[in-house]
């Protein structure tokens, strides 16, 4: 029997209206049976639970979750040294206000960077490393911003390291970069050994060659010989494997030209005499080759030069350029000195005088090239004062080492050792 719609009274059949609720009962509208009041109602409660469920889950993803922000964003990385941006920031034509606007580009991107450490004094909120960066006209020091939890990492470093580290470029100073959220990514080359007694090994403006078992340094040109400030300086010799000075050569004025397993070769000249008058350039020569046994400084042989020698004029001579040939002042030997050492030296025989210049040298070692960085100071003159590593492949600058204010003077790679002289010491490095 047909049930009313509203109240669900049982209705006769032929009847238009319900006996309960006088709802009447429009024609060909559907009556339902119980069974199907209470399907309907079961729905129903299965439906609206879900649908608040939903409503519940949506409200706390929205509301509780918190969204993207500046302090979760991923930080820009570029790939740019510290010796090449301070080169930029601080070039000598840059005015202030071109300078702060060159930096707008950089503030706020994350760098790894490779540097030497120069100190870690405790400040408050936090730890700052300084580094050396001293290739720029303003001798900029790079002021890494550390949290307190590397704390642990910065204790196992020591001022002179090589560290590698990223950063935040956060601010630029007068004489600094300054970095924040650093982290210590690795300590990267630990010397073997490092001498920088200045009492016992003289390594100002000394170029090194490096022997069978002996590192040597010494002047490589007639100017460097004459040495600064009264101090004449003499040739060097040290032990490859561990830095102990061996032996000092007594004679001063000498240049360093060549090593090899057995002897350090120096050059010394006696005296250069005018043959003729003032407008001619030629001059009567002698010298001496000195043979100095690598292991004890003691003299092998020598051998006296002499000869006719054509000089140059004082305006065109380039007496830094020595190494590149045999000169003394303004003065040519071609090819004498070395074919006279060819002849009485020993195997794995190295000239300095094949060495370039400083600003020119580069080593290949395992796809990296190893070369002096140099910078220019104010169109006055160039200064090498670090050493980088570069990709040989993608020419990206894999670290720069620093020497402090005083620069470096020469560097050697020999089976994989790096060997380096400054005017604050001399070391070697394992690659």
Same mark, same amino acid.
């Given at each position: 029997?047909?049930?009313?719609?509203?109240?669900?009274?049982?209705?006769?059949?032929?009847?238009?209206?319900?006996?309960?609720?006088?709802?009447?009962?429009? #024609?060909?509208? !559907?009556?339902?049976? $119980?069974? =199907?009041?209470? *399907?309907?109602?079961? &729905?129903?409660?299965?439906? @609206?639970?879900?649908?608040?469920?939903?409503?519940?889950?949506?409200?706390?993803?929205?509301?509780?979750?918190?969204?993207?922000?500046?302090?979760?964003?991923?930080?820009?990385?570029?790939?740019?040294?510290?010796?090449?941006?301070?080169?930029?920031?601080?070039?000598?034509?840059?005015?202030?206000?071109?300078?702060?606007?060159?930096?707008?580009?950089?503030?706020?991107?994350?760098?790894?960077?490779?540097?030497?450490?120069?100190?870690?004094?405790?400040?408050?909120?936090?730890?700052?490393?300084?580094?050396?960066?001293?290739?720029?006209?303003?001798?900029? #020091?790079?002021? !890494?911003?550390?949290? $307190?939890? =590397?704390?642990? *990492?910065?204790?196992? &470093?020591?001022?002179?390291? @090589?560290?590698?580290?990223?950063?935040?470029?956060?601010?630029?100073?007068?004489?600094?970069?300054?970095?924040?959220?650093?982290?210590?990514?690795?300590?990267?080359?630990?010397?073997?050994?490092?001498?920088?007694?200045?009492?016992?090994?003289?390594?100002?403006?000394?170029?090194?060659?490096?022997?069978?078992?002996?590192?040597?340094?010494?002047?490589?040109?007639?100017?460097?010989?004459?040495?600064?400030?009264?101090?004449?300086?003499?040739?060097?010799?040290?032990?490859?494997?561990?830095?102990?000075?061996?032996?000092?050569?007594?004679?001063?004025?000498?240049?360093?030209?060549?090593?090899?397993?057995?002897?350090?070769?120096?050059?010394?000249?006696?005296?250069?005499?005018?043959?003729?008058?003032?407008?001619?350039?030629?001059?009567?020569?002698?010298?001496?080759?000195?043979?100095?046994?690598?292991?004890?400084?003691?003299?092998?042989?020598?051998?006296?030069?002499?000869?006719?020698?054509?000089?140059?004029?004082?305006?065109?001579?380039?007496?830094?350029?020595?190494?590149?040939?045999?000169?003394?002042?303004?003065?040519?030997?071609?090819?004498?000195?070395?074919?006279?050492?060819?002849?009485?030296?020993?195997?794995?025989?190295?000239?300095?005088?094949?060495?370039?210049?400083?600003?020119?040298?580069?080593?290949?070692?395992?796809?990296?090239?190893?070369?002096?960085?140099?910078?220019?100071?104010?169109?006055?003159?160039?200064?090498?004062?670090?050493?980088?590593?570069?990709?040989?492949?993608?020419?990206?600058?894999?670290?720069?080492?620093?020497?402090?204010?005083?620069?470096?003077?020469?560097?050697?790679?020999?089976?994989?050792?790096?060997?380096?002289?400054?005017?604050?010491?001399?070391?070697?490095?394992?690659?």
């Amino acid at each position: 029997m047909p049930t009313c719609p509203i109240c669900g009274t049982e209705i006769k059949e032929g009847e238009g209206f319900c006996s309960r609720c006088w709802r009447r009962l429009v #024609a060909g509208e !559907a009556s339902r049976g $119980p069974s =199907q009041g209470k *399907s309907r109602k079961k &729905l129903a409660a299965i439906i @609206l639970p879900c649908v608040a469920a939903i409503i519940v889950t949506v409200l706390v993803l929205t509301r509780l979750l918190p969204g993207p922000s500046g302090h979760v964003a991923e930080v820009e990385s570029i790939g740019i040294s510290a010796h090449d941006l301070g080169a930029k920031l601080f070039a000598p034509q840059l005015t202030p206000l071109q300078q702060q606007n060159l930096w707008k580009d950089y503030q706020g991107k994350q760098v790894q960077w490779t540097n030497e450490l120069e100190s870690v004094p405790t400040e408050t909120g936090g730890l700052t490393a300084y580094f050396l960066n001293p290739l720029d006209s303003g001798r900029t #020091a790079v002021a !890494a911003i550390f949290d $307190p939890a =590397q704390q642990a *990492s910065l204790l196992q &470093l020591s001022n002179g390291d @090589l560290v590698t580290y990223t950063g935040v470029l956060a601010s630029l100073g007068q004489n600094e970069i300054r970095l924040t959220d650093c982290v210590v990514v690795t300590r990267a080359l630990v010397p073997l050994w490092w001498d920088n007694e200045d009492d016992v090994i003289d390594t100002a403006d000394k170029r090194v060659l490096v022997g069978g078992e002996v590192v040597c340094l010494g002047p490589s040109t007639y100017d460097d010989a004459q040495g600064t400030n009264h101090v004449l300086p003499k040739i060097t010799a040290i032990d490859r494997e561990t830095g102990e000075f061996l032996w000092q050569h007594e004679e001063t004025k000498s240049i360093l030209v060549g090593i090899d397993s057995n002897y350090v070769y120096a050059w010394h000249p006696v005296k250069i005499v005018r043959m003729s008058d003032s407008d001619s350039y030629w001059y009567w020569y002698a010298s001496s080759i000195i043979a100095l046994d690598g292991a004890t400084g003691q003299v092998g042989w020598d051998l006296s030069l002499s000869g006719d020698t054509h000089c140059e004029s004082q305006i065109s001579c380039l007496p830094d350029q020595w190494s590149l040939s045999d000169y003394v002042g303004c003065c040519i030997l071609p090819g004498r000195v070395k074919d006279e050492i060819t002849t009485g030296g020993g195997p794995g025989l190295t000239f300095l005088m094949n060495k370039a210049p400083l600003y020119k040298l580069t080593y290949e070692y395992e796809g990296v090239i190893y070369k002096s960085a140099c910078a220019v100071y104010g169109g006055l003159g160039t200064e090498c004062g670090a050493l980088q590593a570069v990709d040989q492949k993608t020419d990206e600058v894999i670290w720069t080492m620093t020497f402090g204010q005083t620069g470096m003077t020469d560097f050697s790679i020999v089976d994989g050792i790096l060997y380096v002289s400054t005017d604050k010491g001399a070391g070697a490095f394992q690659l």
